[in-house]
């Protein structure tokens, strides 16, 4: 907003002067002065734009009046994310080379100078911040009170190509680690790269959240923060293209190893004068391997109101993990108190690997209607190993190794309806499809039970959820969100919060959550969050 206020100022500066230009005579900038090349250079590496229409006729011969006009724009738009110390110095010769042609139009140069050296301080200098989060939280069956998460981001601007980020955190009953630690470096031909332990996320416009995200529906396949990574983004003029590889040791579902399943019986167990037999359903199985994880996005953006994603990710496993769903047999012996249990040989019912691979597509659609007013979209196919299959039998199911989801968003602002933001948004999801981050995307605060605990889905599913958020003036917000699933689990989730920001950097927030449907639970929050 600040870049745009200072370009829509900008632009104004020179639309005023136009009647002088009018009356003065131009003096061509020649063809071989510098300025044209340091101009080029600087769009060419994005880092600022030239005329209106985002093009630098850098083959057309412009007046100084115009390459002052140039300049101007480029100190308002500059982009400091691909800004280097060579470029702000090519930015400091031109303000120089054009300080009267500049004074002309009204922009002052001791101003940009100020400009430009405020951008040039990042350069070398240690960044910190972060948040303490603390929760109460009252329910029917327990209550818990804890420091919730404490983190801390550390940035060092190296230099000019090289920055580092580390983040700890802790709290929530686990010790501070470091959760990411990583480098963003700046290649030629407008490459960056993450190297290090960092968060993935392609998704995140496609999730509601509330304020901060600390309750939020997430992302289907990424939102991933592996062991060690390496990402590379080449920017082009109308998008971007990703490519990812990532690599974790010893992954899966070890501590649900054992899954019990339907149980089948004859005559009545519960009299202790008679007998009963019956069958149970279990999987077992070693179930960790090391992994990798290699993804692929190509990312158009059309125009302002349009823009186009592929996406591909697969995590690939290394070693078979052998995992069994036995049917086991039994019989409970009649005159016996309370009653004795015999279980016979069980019998293979079937063999597959569950530390097993899941391949996924999917594209991703924006369409901005209008400032404020958006439509996205998102198609998923995926093409899973057989092992994922087998964890249906649990329920009597033999799951399509090709499951498919899609979710359609309306997403509206506030500053278009005045008193509330809304999301809209509804889902389908084939029996067997997986989220193979291991939980449901929709548990907001509480409930997925829609989901295996391998983060499959167990039966075919719709979904709603209606998220509005308002935000009445810089001390109070409130918001409330509700989902409905029908699944394997029909169930419904409320969730209501005000937002009381104290300070600007601290805040109260009282919440209630409420579980309806097959599933009854609920429960009270009141969190503190502080940010630095």
Same mark, same amino acid.
């Given at each position: ?65 115009? *390459? ?11 982009? *400091? ?60 069956? #327990? ?50 790269? &993450? ?20 309750? *939020? #529906? ?92 592929? &996406? ?22 009649? *005159? ?58 649990? #329920? ?121 449907? #097959? ?14």
């Amino acid at each position: 907003m600040k870049r745009f206020a200072a370009l829509v100022a900008v632009l104004a500066l020179v639309a005023f002067a136009a009647p002088a230009f009018a009356a003065n005579p131009f003096m061509d900038v020649p063809m071989n002065h510098w300025a044209y090349d340091a101009v080029s250079q600087l769009a060419s590496r994005g880092v600022v734009s030239g005329y209106p229409d985002g093009a630098f006729k850098g083959e057309w011969k412009a007046t100084r009046y115009e *390459m002052a006009s140039v300049v101007a724009r480029a100190l308002a738009y500059v982009d *400091m994310n691909k800004a280097s110390k060579q470029d702000l110095e090519l930015l400091k010769k031109l303000v120089v080379e054009f300080k009267d042609e500049l004074d002309a139009l009204g922009v002052k140069v001791d101003e940009l100078d100020a400009r430009v050296a405020d951008l040039e301080k990042g350069v070398g200098k240690w960044y910190f911040s972060g948040y303490l989060r603390m929760q109460m939280t009252f329910g029917d069956d #327990d209550d818990s009170w804890k420091v919730n998460r404490f983190r801390w981001n550390i940035k060092k601007v190296i230099d000019d190509k090289v920055t580092m980020n580390i983040r700890l955190q802790g709290g929530g009953g686990e010790d501070l680690g470091v959760e990411l630690a990583y480098l963003t470096v700046k290649f030629p031909w407008d490459i960056t790269a &993450n190297i290090g332990r960092f968060w993935l996320d392609w998704e995140g416009d496609f999730y509601a959240t509330d304020w901060w995200g600390f309750a *939020m #529906d997430d992302a289907y396949i990424t939102d991933i923060r592996p062991t060690m990574a390496v990402s590379f983004n080449k920017s082009f003029g109308m998008g971007d293209f990703s490519l990812y590889v990532a690599h974790d040791d010893n992954v899966g579902f070890a501590d649900k190893a054992v899954l019990d399943g339907s149980h089948t019986w004859f005559g009545n167990p519960n009299n202790y004068w008679s007998w009963a037999s019956g069958f149970d359903w279990e999987l077992r199985g070693g179930l960790e391997s090391d992994r990798y994880i290699y993804g692929a996005r190509l990312n158009f953006n059309f125009n302002e109101m349009f823009s186009l994603a592929v &996406n591909y990710m697969k995590y690939d496993y290394e070693d078979d993990a052998e995992v069994g769903v036995f049917l086991m047999p039994w019989t409970k012996l009649p *005159m016996t108190w309370p009653g004795s249990y015999v279980y016979g040989t069980p019998y293979w019912g079937f063999s597959a690997t569950l530390a097993a691979d899941v391949e996924t597509i999917w594209g991703d659609l924006v369409v901005n209607f209008k400032p404020g007013i958006t439509l996205k979209g998102q198609y998923f196919m995926q093409d899973n190993d057989s092992a994922w299959q087998a964890t249906g039998l649990l #329920d009597g199911i033999l799951y399509d190794d090709s499951p498919k989801a899609w979710k359609a968003i309306l997403e509206i602002d506030q500053d278009v309806l005045g008193f509330t933001s809304l999301w809209l948004e509804y889902a389908q999801l084939d029996a067997g499809f997986v989220f193979p981050n291991g939980a449901s995307p929709y548990g907001w605060m509480a409930g997925d039970a829609f989901c295996n605990g391998y983060g499959q889905v167990r039966a075919d599913t719709t979904l709603w959820t209606v998220l509005a958020m308002q935000r009445w003036n810089e001390k109070w917000g409130t918001y409330v969100r509700y989902i409905d699933v029908d699944g394997w689990q029909d169930y419904n989730n409320w969730t209501v919060a005000v937002t009381h920001w104290y300070t600007p950097s601290l805040a109260f927030e009282l919440g209630y959550d409420k579980l309806g449907g #097959d599933l009854d639970d609920d429960f009270i929050w009141l969190r503190t969050t502080v940010f630095f």
